[in-house]
């Protein structure tokens, strides 16, 4: 059975950083393209970061360029986001998505096998 557990986040000021980390079970992580993505209620849930299956390319939305990266380690199962110069708008639940073999597969949700139920990141003085 897939798991997709994401942790790390919390509340943190303005300027700040935070690392979440998604631990994935189940399936051979090496074989998908991963993802965190965010959603604000009332809106559809946007690719935030994404990373190839071995880690060689990496995208990122408009709005997190220079200030979030998203890294991986098959070998542990585990993905990655570090975010800094965090923003107020920064502030919603964040989820992680394993996508198919290439990562165009991640731009769009509905291109998503499995998600991970969330962790919420709240930026705020």
């Known amino acids: 059975q897939v798991h997709l557990v994401e942790s790390g986040g919390g509340t943190v000021q303005p300027g700040g950083s935070l690392r979440l980390s998604c631990a994935a079970s189940g399936f051979t992580l090496s074989n998908s393209a991963m993802g965190w993505y965010r959603q604000i209620p009332g809106q559809e849930r946007v690719l935030v970061a994404g990373i190839s299956r071995v880690g060689g390319v990496s995208i990122y939305g408009d709005s997190v360029k220079g200030r979030f990266t998203i890294s991986r380690d098959n070998t542990g199962n585990m993905v990655y986001l570090q975010m800094n110069s965090l923003k107020p708008e920064d502030t919603t639940v964040y989820y992680c998505?394993?996508?198919?073999?290439?990562?165009?597969?991640?731009?769009?949700?509905?291109?998503?096998?499995?998600w991970g139920k969330g962790t919420l990141v709240t930026v705020s003085s």
């Open positions: 998505g394993a996508g198919g073999q290439s990562i165009a597969s991640l731009r769009n949700s509905n291109g998503i096998d499995y």
